[in-house]
């Protein structure tokens, strides 16, 4: 994996911990963390576009940063567990992988 993937990753992490924090934060270093992360995971999605297709890179993003959040919510703040939920996220991750691998195909063939 390069590294712009990996920034795409951790930004799509990043975003679980602020979308969590604007429905959860109630003190002033919650927000603060809130508002950290909302620049750290765009200052890395906007770092990996710049070498990446923008459209991948933000279906990517999204899509990782949904299914976490869903699943954070369920486990963390305890959520009702859905099944059909579930397999929604998982239908969502297989494309968001899917364009990866595509992504990566074609970045092998322009080279």
Known sequence: MNRNWLYVL????????WVSGLKHASSWWEWLATFLGIAVSFYLIIAASKRLPVGT????FTGLGTAG????EMIFFHEPFALLKV????????????LKLVTDRQEKEAH
């Open 10 to 17: 951790i930004g799509g992490l990043v975003e679980v911990v």
């Open 57 to 60: 890179v933000y279906a990517v």
């Open 69 to 72: 959040t869903v699943l954070a």
């Open 87 to 98: 397999l929604l996220i998982a239908l969502l991750l297989c494309g968001v992988i899917g």
